[in-house]
C-alpha cells in the first residue's frame, strides 16, 4: 500500500504560479504509476496529468497543456505538479493517486488505487 499527502495548494492571481508536491510512503513508490486529477464545485473529477514510473513518459488533459508540468524524484518519494499561467478555471481540489500498474501510464479514476485527502487550489481573476 502506498500512503498520498499534497501540499502546495491556495490562493493565487490569474497568470500565476503554485508547485503542488504529493509525498508518498512506503519503499516501492518507484513502482507506481502517478497522476494527478482536480475536481472543481457540482462537478466530477477529472483529469490533469500523469507520469510512469520512472519519469520518462507524461501524458496531459488538452486544458493545461503547456502551462501545467508532471514531474517526480523517486529518491524522495515525491512527484509535483508545476501549475504555470494559472485561470480562474484551474480552481478546484487538486488530488494526487497511485497505480500499482506501473507499466503504463494512466488517465481514467478508475486506473487508479490509492488517492491523497486532495489539496485546494484558488485562482482569483
Known amino acids: 500500500q502506498v500512503q498520498l499527502v499534497e501540499s502546495g495548494g491556495g490562493l493565487v492571481q490569474a497568470g500565476g504560479s503554485l508547485r503542488l508536491s504529493c509525498a508518498a510512503s512506503g519503499r516501492t513508490f518507484s513502482s507506481y504509476a502517478m497522476g494527478w486529477f482536480r475536481q472543481a464545485p457540482g462537478k466530477e473529477r477529472e483529469f490533469v496529468a500523469a507520469?510512469?514510473?520512472?519519469?520518462?513518459?507524461?501524458y496531459y488533459a488538452d486544458s493545461v497543456k503547456g502551462r501545467f508540468t508532471i514531474s517526480r524524484d523517486n529518491a524522495k518519494n515525491t512527484v509535483y505538479l508545476q501549475m504555470n499561467s494559472l485561470k480562474p478555471e484551474d480552481t478546484a481540489v487538486y488530488y494526487c493517486?497511485?497505480?500499482?500498474?506501473?507499466?503504463?501510464?494512466?488517465?481514467?479514476?478508475?486506473?487508479?488505487?490509492?488517492w491523497g485527502q486532495g489539496t485546494q487550489v484558488t485562482v482569483s481573476s
Open positions: 507520469i510512469s514510473w520512472s519519469g520518462g513518459s507524461t
Open positions: 493517486a497511485a497505480s500499482p500498474d506501473y507499466s503504463g501510464i494512466y488517465y481514467y479514476t478508475e486506473e487508479y488505487d490509492y
